[in-house]
Structure formats: C-alpha cells, structure tokens
C-alpha cells in the first residue's frame, strides 16, 4: 500500500464548476501538507500548503486537512478551462534527518468551456 | 536565476550508456532535489542534498545512480549502464533553508530520458 493515494482521475468538469480533489494517507507523522498543480511538460508549481489539520483559503482555491481521518482536500470555485493540469497533494513529517516530501500520483483534471 | 534550471531537457540514449542530468538551482536555496516522474505517476524521491553532502539519498533505485552537489550549488545527476526502465522525467528542486518545516520545494522543468 502506498504512503499516499489519489485518484489518477481524469476529471472533467464545465468551466465554472466546483471542483473537489482529494488524498488519504497512511502515514499519522505527517504534518505538512502541500497542493502543486503541474502542466503538461511542466514541473508541479506550488498552489497551498497548510500545517496539520484546518483549513486555508486562496482565491478560488480552498485546501483543507483532516488528521483524524487521513484526508486531505483541494476545492477550486468557479473553475477556468486554465486550471486543466495535473494536481498533485504531497506531505512531510516534522523534522528529522529528512526533508522529503511524498507525492500523490496526481488528479489529471480538465475543465470544458 | 529566475528558477530552476535543468539540461538537457530531452535526453534519448541507447541501453547501457552512461548519462548526466544538469541542475541548476535558484540562487542561495541550500536545500536540492531530485526526483524521477514516470508516466501517469507522482514524482519519487530520489535524494536531497543540504549544501554540498547527501543528508538523505534513500531514493535512489541501485548503485547505477548517483548524484553530486561539490560546490553547495549546481547538481549532477549520473546515470550508468542505463536500462529501459530509468526511461522518466528527471526533476530537480531547491528551497530555501527550511522555514517552520513547510519546505517549500521550487521545481525545474524537468529532464525527460528515453533510454532505447
């Protein structure tokens, strides 16, 4: 079983649409929680990151983590045919020797004009 | 620089050639990455470097690879005897000294190998 599973999609969605990406992980350690988006050919570029559990609002975007489930949550508000990429939820624990962060597979998302 | 550099980006070598992937990371990051994406996968953890040494290079897949950082800048990653499957797209990133643990990591492009 993988430290962090998401759906590999693909997910289309109208443009203006609310769109709600997901993760679980197995790994209770894990504190730090990111969102990158990356477009085809393209390195992921940072979107959010929160620190342990709540939520964080940017814009149209909205990231949310549950601890005591092992869910993490991407919600974009009115969704623009630009936000078709991939998204990818990565985490990390606190400290330590390593400062790796592990990947989801990433959510391949496309929103239709 | 702007961002993080990687060269070259396309790469096609024959099965059993040795290769080197170029990264240059944005200007004062002590922190470096790497990472290899295969198709339809998430990027896998490869190694990190904290100025010049390996603080962590549980990622990489067998003695064929191996990376190196000598100045606390610019990175290699070395490839030998390459195989089929080390066909991916090789990213790097760097970040800043870490800042409260969030280790925000800025990617490169990418350099994509295709071994024949």
């Known amino acids: 079983q993988k430290e962090v599973e998401q759906d590999p999609g693909p997910l289309s969605v109208p443009e203006g649409a609310i769109v709600s990406l997901n993760c679980t992980y197995s790994n209770s350690a894990f504190q730090y929680f990111m969102w990158y988006r990356q477009y085809s050919r393209k390195g992921p570029e940072l979107l959010m990151y929160t620190y342990s559990s709540g939520n964080k609002e940017d814009g149209r975007f909205t990231a949310q983590v549950d601890k005591s489930s092992k869910y993490i949550s991407l919600f974009i508000r009115d969704s623009q045919p630009s936000d078709s990429a991939t998204y990818l939820c990565a985490m990390k624990g606190y400290g330590g020797a390593t400062n790796k962060l592990i990947f989801g597979t990433g959510t391949l998302l496309a929103v239709q004009p | 620089g702007a961002g993080v550099s990687q060269t070259p980006s396309n790469k096609v070598t024959e099965k059993g050639k040795y290769v080197e992937l170029r990264c240059d990371p944005i200007?004062?990051?002590?922190?470096l990455y790497w990472y290899r994406q295969s198709l339809g996968q998430g990027p896998e953890f490869l190694i990190y470097?904290?100025?010049?040494?390996?603080?962590?290079d549980s990622g990489l897949p067998n003695d064929r690879f191996f990376a190196v950082r000598p100045e606390g800048s610019v990175s290699t990653l070395k490839i030998q005897r390459t195989e089929r499957g080390d066909s991916a797209v090789y990213l790097c990133?760097?970040?800043?000294?870490?800042?409260?643990?969030?280790?925000?990591?800025?990617f490169g492009a990418g350099s994509r190998l295709t071994v024949l």
């Open positions: 990133a760097s970040s800043p000294q870490t800042v409260s643990g969030a280790n925000v990591l800025t």
């Open positions: 200007s004062g990051h002590t922190a």
């Open positions: 470097f904290q100025g010049t040494g390996a603080a962590d």
